[in-house]
């Protein structure tokens, strides 16, 4: 199994763990869907690391570096 971390500045704070949690505990109905969606998501990552394909992961170096032209 993989492990998923999420970024963390010099401080420790992470705005994408600041939001997950947020939305886990929410009381909506549509951040409780958009929570259940990012939880199956990281655990597909957990499970399948760089073998997960497109739509669920991306790799962006390779988008950045065709984007600015470099190729290798």
């Given amino acids: 199994m993989y492990e ?5 500045d010099k401080n420790g ?11 886990s ?3 909506q ?3 409780k869907a958009i929570y259940l969606k990012m939880r199956h998501q ?9 073998v997960l394909h497109t739509p669920q992961a991306v790799n962006y170096s390779a988008i950045n570096d065709r ?3 470099n190729t290798k």
């Avoid at 704070?13 to 939305?23: A, T, V």
Wanted: net charge negative; no cysteine.
């Fill in 67 to 69: 984007a600015s032209g």
């Fill in 13 to 23: 704070n992470s705005e994408i763990g600041d939001y997950f949690e947020k939305i």
């Fill in 25 to 27: 505990q929410s009381k």
């Fill in 42 to 50: 990281i655990k597909m990552l957990q499970a399948l690391g760089p």
């Fill in 29 to 31: 109905k549509q951040d």
């Fill in 4 to 8: 998923v971390v999420f970024y963390e």
